[in-house]
């Protein structure tokens, strides 16, 4: 039978509308906090930031410089900051526009979300403006300053933050909304727009964004595109590259391209938008983002599924798809493993709690008339339980009960690096293989002596697998207690080169970054790679975006 949810405890909003940095945020609150009076002291100088002492900060995240000093060294061609450099960015921002040379303050902007990698930086800017961003680039191409651009900081391969002393630019004060056409559904807005808001904002017009993600509350409308991120629903509204009607776009030279106006059908010359969509912050800094939104859905169900192996997930898949067809929304995967851990971080029992089993199913509906969709909902769940492929299952009753059952996918990610950090491979694979690459990563972590779930004496948890199967993509993440080069040295490359030998990429949706920079031939070849490094080139002859990273 399919129990459903009636009572079920709750808590941890925080991790539905945040997604991330929260338990960091308790560290720095307080060093922020003393910042802050620090900050109010000097503002009255014009050359304030200059005037705070660089004081020591202490982070248990390692330095890439150090860590990775045997792959990457700092580009001499670079110029280092000096005091002119910043007297420049001090004539065109205000002093709240610019954080310098204090630690604490940077700590946020320096370090990833997964606490894996630390950067150097010793400037921050927040421009306002498109104009402003455009100056800040034409002065950093004309003098070799390297520059990181940034949105929420939620990025998962170590592309967000700098490697050595990049100048951070960051687009959090560029945040407003431009419009939105409620009868095309085009909504338009300032990179730096927070995901949620800008979905908010079109809740109230009976509107959705057509991406949604666990770091919503954090991350950028700009981040987003930047990334080219998949998300929850891409099953249902398709990719970036085809929602996204228009960028404005920074170039390393300053020159501002605008294609906001765009309309649906635009068959006149190059698509010149969808290069800078994924392209990681390595092209231009994107400042404006136009988007086709659909009306927003009356009717949700959610459901999480029991499942007993692999091949009854690939089972429901297809037969979710034929029988559930226009109203499916969001089919996503997740091993018993990942409960677990999700489970150990919620303090909470699963809502299935019959049993336990090795695989669950979390499905979505959306359309616009609710009876029929239950209906259907229930009669394709009933066959699934009447044929025995499905074990077990919930059918959330309320919005709050729904948000309850996607807690427990969304919260991976945070479950997963509790115990120390976490190594994440976001890989497509065809799906018949597709979780054969978390055994592969358990087998060669044991075969190495490398893994226990409860022995603290071993670096590494377990291997998880979880991800939007719909669409072909796994997350495999390596729960460790600390990050280690042996363990590295272990996954890599023996993870990209599995996902080779099974056609597959090595990034479906969170991207190269830091992380995969070198590892970009396992899924293109040489003579893709050399166009790639041709349009870098092109569009930024100096290499001042975002170096060290991407290709
Ligand atoms: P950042 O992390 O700040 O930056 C990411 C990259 O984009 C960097 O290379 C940066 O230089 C560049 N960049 C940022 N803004 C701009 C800009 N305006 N112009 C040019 N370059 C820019 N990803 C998915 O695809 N699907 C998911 O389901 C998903 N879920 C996530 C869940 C959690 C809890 C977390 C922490 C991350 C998740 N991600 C997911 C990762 C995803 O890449 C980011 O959340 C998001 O796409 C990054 O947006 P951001 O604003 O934080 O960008
Ligand atoms: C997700 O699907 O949860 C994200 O891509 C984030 C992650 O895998 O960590
Ligand atoms: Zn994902």
């Known amino acids: 039978m399919i129990a459903m949810l009636c009572s079920y405890p709750r808590c941890l909003d925080h991790s539905k509308s945040f997604g991330s940095h929260c338990y960091r945020n308790y560290f720095t609150v307080l060093g922020l906090f003393c910042v802050y009076f620090l900050h109010t002291i000097f503002a009255s100088s014009q050359y304030f930031s200059l005037l705070v002492p660089i004081r020591s900060y202490s982070s248990s995240v390692p330095l890439t410089a150090e860590t990775y000093a045997d792959k990457v060294q700092r580009n001499q061609a670079y110029k280092k900051l000096d005091e002119g450099d910043l007297a420049y960015f001090q004539s065109i921002l205000e002093p709240n526009q610019i954080i310098s040379n204090n630690e604490d303050d940077l700590a946020f902007y320096n370090e990833d979300w997964m606490r894996k990698y630390r950067g150097q930086s010793k400037l921050l800017l927040k421009p306002k403006t498109t104009e402003q961003v455009s100056e800040i680039l034409k002065y950093c191409n004309s003098n070799k300053l390297a520059v990181v651009p940034q949105g929420g900081n939620t990025g998962l391969v170590g592309g967000s933050i700098p490697v050595f002393d990049e100048i951070i630019l960051s687009l959090s004060s560029l945040n407003k909304i431009r419009s939105f056409d409620n009868v095309s559904g085009i909504f338009k807005c300032d990179a730096g727009v927070i995901l949620e808001t800008a979905d908010q904002y079109l809740a109230e017009q009976g509107y959705i964004f057509p991406l949604d993600l666990g770091a919503k509350g954090s991350c950028h409308v700009g981040g987003v595109v930047a990334t080219n991120a998949g998300g929850l629903r891409l099953i249902r509204y398709g990719s970036l590259h085809g929602t996204v009607l228009g960028l404005e776009v920074v170039l390393a030279d300053g020159t501002i391209v605008n294609s906001l106006d765009s309309l649906r059908k635009d068959n006149t010359g190059y698509d010149l938008k969808q290069l800078f969509i994924g392209s990681e912050g390595s092209l231009g800094v994107i400042t404006g983002v136009s988007i086709l939104c659909p ?47 999700v489970s150990k971080y919620l303090k909470l029992d699963h809502p299935i709690e019959s049993d336990s089993y090795p695989f669950y199913i979390l499905i979505e509906t959306s359309g616009s008339n609710k009876e029929h969709d239950d209906e259907k909902l229930e009669t394709f769940l009933g066959n699934a339980m009447e044929n025995g492929i499905v074990l077990d ?159």
């Open 393 to 551: 299952g919930i059918i959330a009753q309320d919005e709050t009960q729904l948000r309850s059952l996607w807690n427990w996918r969304e919260n991976i990610p945070e479950a997963s690096q509790m115990q120390g950090g976490v190594y994440k491979y976001d890989v497509s694979i065809p799906l018949k293989d597709l979780y054969g690459l978390v055994e592969a990563a358990n087998e060669k972590l044991e075969a190495a002596g490398l893994v226990d779930f409860e022995d603290i004496s071993k670096p590494v948890v377990k291997a998880v697998g979880y991800g939007h199967i719909g669409d072909g993509n796994l997350h495999l993440n390596v729960a460790v207690r600390k990050y280690s080069k042996e363990v590295e040295k272990v996954l890599e490359p023996f993870v990209y080169e599995w996902i080779q030998s099974k056609k597959g990429s090595i990034s479906a949706e969170h991207g190269l970054g830091f992380q995969k920079k070198n590892y970009i031939q396992y899924s293109k070849s040489p003579v893709e790679i050399a166009l790639i490094k041709d349009i870098k080139h092109h569009y930024d002859p100096n290499g001042i975006l975002n170096p060290y990273k991407y290709v």
């Open 295 to 341: 009306a927003r859905p009356q009717a949700v169900n959610v459901a999480v599924l029991a499942v007993d192996s692999y091949e009854s997930v690939q089972k429901v898949f297809n037969d979710a798809r034929k029988e559930l067809s226009e109203i499916l929304s969001a089919f996503e995967f997740m091993d018993e493993t990942s409960q677990i851990l």
